[in-house]
């Protein structure tokens, strides 16, 4: 669960809304630090063969789909999400690099 601003996001409800448009192959979203509101809705995106979605489009098909607030505010690309033995996303290395040098931290 992400903190933001007082108001609780579920990663699974903005992966699921993410991975209903056509060019996310796979995604991830995680809580990132945000002196403002505490955390901020981050998507890892993987994106589908052959396409190059914008984080603009990606940011409003989100919105369409579950409450603005909910959207991530920034999109990062990348080839392949980390992944464990068992196929689930390996979240804290994702979150990793961005809480790293963070007064607090989330795992």
Request: aromatic share 4%; net charge negative.
């Amino acid at each position: 669960m992400i903190v933001t601003g007082g108001e609780n996001v579920y990663s699974a409800e903005v992966e699921n809304a993410l991975a209903a448009h056509p060019p996310v192959a796979a995604c991830a979203v995680i809580g990132v630090p945000d002196d403002e509101w505490g955390e901020r809705v981050h998507a890892v995106v993987v994106r589908a063969p052959g396409s190059d979605p914008d984080p603009t489009e990606l940011r409003e098909h989100v919105k369409g789909r579950i409450a603005g607030y909910k959207a991530p505010r920034a999109v990062e690309f990348v080839e392949a999400l980390p992944m464990s033995g068992a196929g689930k996303v390996l979240k804290r290395e994702l979150r990793a690099r961005h809480w790293a040098g963070a007064d607090r931290n989330v795992s």
